[in-house]
């Protein structure tokens, strides 16, 4: 994160053209995908500074500086995946997904997307949260270092925040709150289930999340 934030100190402006795509900017996007193993659909781009590992495929959505993505991983379309963000092997960011970025100030704790997890439709993850493996957020779910992630599948309440826990399948709710005005909803995240180990394979995640009632 300093160096980047180095850099653009240092760097200049300059015009940039990919085919008939014109840019100004002070970072390029990133060349030599063949050789690397990594397939871009335009107008998809992977900024120069990050890191795509062989077998990541993104649509047209963006990759910024400093951010990691594993193999296997999908980006779809209009997806983002913000500065410094770290995404795990075998994700699938869905449809207009937003992974929040951090570059400052230097060792703030980015977002982490681990392994094998599935971020649904305009799902927004931000300021630092961890996604831990395997585990499902449904559509328009939205996580920020405040928000209550509320474990509904026992007897009791038990409440995270900043952390999904592994395998757990999470949909969008809300929380009552009290103030002078009166009683309001507030937005919160719901772990409504477990992902059981059959369900571990792309090809029946669609069923995971069907089984449990989840939007995509």
Do not use: C
């Given at each position: 994160?300093?160096?980047?934030?180095?850099?653009?100190?240092?760097?200049?402006?300059?015009?940039?053209?990919?085919?008939?795509?014109?840019?100004?900017?002070?970072?390029?996007?990133?060349?030599?995908?063949?050789?690397?193993?990594?397939?871009?659909?335009?107008?998809?781009?992977?900024?120069?500074?990050?890191?795509?590992?062989?077998?990541?495929?993104?649509?047209?959505?963006?990759?910024?500086?400093?951010?990691?993505?594993?193999?296997?991983?999908?980006?779809?379309?209009?997806a983002t995946v913000g500065?410094?963000?770290?995404?795990?092997?075998?994700?699938?960011?869905?449809?207009?997904?937003?992974?929040?970025?951090?570059?400052?100030?230097?060792?703030?704790?980015?977002?982490?997307?681990?392994?094998?997890?599935?971020?649904?439709?305009?799902?927004?993850?931000?300021?630092?949260?961890?996604?831990?493996?395997?585990?499902?957020?449904?559509?328009?779910?939205?996580?920020?270092?405040?928000?209550?992630?509320?474990?509904?599948?026992?007897?009791?309440?038990?409440v995270h925040r900043g952390?999904?826990?592994?395998?757990?399948?999470?949909?969008?709710?809300?929380?009552?709150?009290?103030?002078?005005?009166?009683?309001?909803?507030?937005?919160?995240?719901l772990i409504i289930g477990?992902?059981?180990?059959?369900?571990?394979?792309?090809?029946?995640?669609?069923?995971?999340?069907?089984?449990?009632?989840?939007?995509?």
């Amino acid at each position: 994160m300093k160096a980047i934030n180095l850099y653009f100190g240092v760097a200049e402006m300059e015009t940039l053209e990919a085919g008939p795509f014109e840019y100004h900017d002070k970072i390029p996007t990133k060349k030599n995908l063949a050789a690397a193993g990594v397939r871009v659909v335009p107008p998809g781009t992977v900024r120069y500074g990050a890191f795509v590992e062989r077998g990541v495929v993104v649509m047209p959505g963006y990759v910024n500086i400093g951010a990691y993505v594993g193999s296997g991983t999908m980006v779809d379309t209009w997806a983002t995946v913000g500065s410094g963000a770290q995404i795990g092997r075998d994700v699938h960011l869905a449809g207009g997904v937003g992974i929040g970025g951090v570059l400052e100030p230097p060792g703030a704790m980015p977002v982490v997307i681990e392994d094998g997890a599935f971020v649904g439709s305009r799902a927004v993850v931000v300021e630092g949260v961890r996604v831990e493996e395997g585990a499902v957020l449904g559509a328009n779910v939205v996580l920020t270092g405040s928000t209550q992630i509320i474990d509904v599948t026992g007897p009791e309440e038990v409440v995270h925040r900043g952390r999904v826990p592994a395998r757990s399948v999470v949909v969008a709710g809300t929380r009552t709150r009290q103030f002078p005005a009166g009683d309001y909803q507030l937005q919160s995240a719901l772990i409504i289930g477990q992902r059981r180990e059959s369900t571990d394979q792309k090809t029946s995640l669609n069923e995971a999340l069907r089984e449990f009632g989840v939007s995509v």
